[in-house]
């Protein structure tokens, strides 16, 4: 049994079957933090995907990954470092992470973000030589004078840290302690530390809605999900952490929604990759842009941290039984699906529209593709004019003040979210997992006040979506959806 932060409460029983619904950074770290925790070590735990491994339209899987601590919220800095002190050793090791800098700038009257995230990393850079010297190890891995954080006054100084001729911003700083992951490397490396626990049951199938069984007597309890392929799963504890799909199979209006982002992959010569081999990961606050250094097959990667693109489609309710689903899969009428009262049948909620969907190259918003030109023309000169070797629509899960939503369902027993990634999850993976265990057992230290059981807990109410603010590291405008169906390359503004 667990333990209950409140004394009056039960504690909750150990579930003897647990269903994890995504293999993203959040599900795979959820399973593997499960499979090593001794209080589920009797539990069946089962994993579904709707992809054979590795989903590729995941968000998790892709190239690469800012890795920092760089957070204007010291909360989430000091879970970055301690997620980046895994990054430094086996999670990063094959050439997972590079931690080649970050640099961070901003405009005059935009340095907000800036200025509290400098703050933060060199409040947890002090808290690291004051551990590496109380162990004997001197400074620890600093560069230059003795800091890895060095202040950039104007564009001349931001010129000097890119190494790519160009520059952005006026003033901000570099960070040599952050860096990049290859995305789906590490995924790769997640995957297979949980398949290495032999406690994981790995299934590949779409989840075409969650099993809903209620009675008069008994609060409405989810008991696993009905699967595509037309069987079912059941489970006593059902996770959903499928990413922003999540909201096609939970009602999650006002509280988490997909917002499509835009990225460009452009190749360089061997020569251009030597050129730019110095260069940190640049990330522009003031309009959200940032670009990689080349990765080892060639591209340089850039991309736009916004508000997004949301792709509106009206579904069936998905805590309504009877009615087809949002993918067009029969919902069916089996056991334990009764429909819940007072809900509209159909709802209308942004869905991901992905390359996997679209083959061939997925067209990203004509004002993502020219923002992410104007961007290079800036930071990289020389590649100013050349066309993009691919583009990619990625699908965050936004909350309204991005943080993660990760909690038991408020008003369904048996479910439990872990889900909201925000557009920042991924660095978390190598902790994000231990953390969602802690919650889903209520351990005090997480659920009290201050704790992240608390701030990622099903919000006290929804709120409509012009009222997001995110956590204000964002670029773009706000309200952009993608234009119906055929014409998928232009957006209007709502
Ligand atoms: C463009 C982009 C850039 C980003 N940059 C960064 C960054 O630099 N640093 C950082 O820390 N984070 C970044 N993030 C955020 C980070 O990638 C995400 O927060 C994280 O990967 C989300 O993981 P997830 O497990 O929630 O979702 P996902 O990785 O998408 O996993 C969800 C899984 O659920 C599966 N699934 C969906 N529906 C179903 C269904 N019906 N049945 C079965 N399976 C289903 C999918 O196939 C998928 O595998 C970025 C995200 C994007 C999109």
């Not at 593997?32 to 539990?43: G, I, M």
């Amino acid at each position: 049994m667990s333990k209950s932060p409140h004394p009056s409460s039960p504690p909750r029983p150990i579930p003897s079957s647990i269903l994890i619904i995504g293999s993203g950074a959040f599900g795979l770290s959820t399973a593997y933090a499960l499979a090593r925790h001794p209080d589920f070590k009797k539990t069946a735990i089962t994993l579904v995907d709707r992809h054979p491994f590795p989903a590729p339209d995941g968000s998790s899987i892709d190239s690469s990954r800012i890795i920092r601590a760089d957070y204007a919220d010291p909360a989430y800095a000091a879970l970055a470092a301690e997620a980046q002190e895994h990054w430094r050793g086996e999670w990063g090791a094959d050439g997972r992470y590079h931690e080649v800098g970050l640099c961070l700038t901003a405009e005059p009257g935009k340095e907000d973000y800036v200025v509290k995230s400098l703050e933060n990393v060199r409040a947890l850079e002090g808290l690291r030589r004051e551990a590496a010297s109380a162990e004997g190890g001197g400074e620890g891995r600093s560069r230059g004078e003795g800091t890895n954080i060095q202040p950039l006054r104007s564009p001349a100084d931001i010129q000097a840290a890119l190494h790519t001729g160009g520059t952005i911003g006026s003033s901000g700083y570099l960070n040599l302690s952050s860096g990049w992951a290859d995305a789906e490397a590490s995924m790769r490396y997640l995957r297979a530390l949980v398949a290495a626990t032999k406690r994981v049951a790995f299934l590949t199938d779409t989840v075409a809605r969650l099993l809903f069984s209620s009675s008069p007597s008994a609060p409405t309890k989810v008991t696993g999900a009905r699967l595509a392929s037309g069987t079912s799963l059941t489970a006593d504890l059902t996770i959903l952490a499928a990413g922003a799909w999540s909201p096609t199979l939970l009602d999650l209006r006002g509280i988490a929604a997909a917002r499509g982002q835009c990225i460009g992959y452009m190749r360089v010569s061997a020569d251009e990759a030597a050129r730019f081999a110095q260069a940190p990961v640049v990330l522009d606050l003031s309009s959200g842009m940032y670009v990689f250094p080349p990765s080892a097959d060639g591209m340089v990667k850039v991309a736009w941290h916004s508000f997004g693109w949301a792709n509106p489609v009206r579904i069936a309710h998905p805590e309504r039984g009877g009615v087809a689903g949002a993918s067009g899969h029969a919902a069916g009428t089996g056991e334990g699906e009764g429909e819940r009262e007072g809900e509209e049948p159909i709802i209308t909620v942004s869905v991901p529209r992905t390359s996997h969907q679209r083959p061939a190259q997925q067209p990203i918003p004509r004002e993502g593709q020219q923002a992410l030109h104007a961007f290079l023309a800036s930071t990289h000169p020389s590649l100013a004019a050349r066309p993009f070797a691919r583009t990619r629509l990625c699908w965050y899960t936004d909350t309204p003040r991005g943080d993660f939503l990760i909690t038991y369902h408020p008003r369904y027993d048996g479910l439990f979210v872990a889900t909201g990634g925000s557009g920042h999850g991924f660095k978390f993976a190598p902790v994000i997992g231990d953390k969602i265990v802690d919650i889903l057992l209520d351990k005090s230290e997480v659920m009290e006040e201050g704790g992240w059981g608390r701030r990622w807990g099903w919000p006290t109410e929804r709120l409509a979506e012009g009222g997001w603010t995110l956590d204000g590291s964002r670029g773009g405008g706000k309200g952009m959806v993608l234009e119906s169906e055929e014409g998928g390359r232009r957006a209007e503004k709502l």
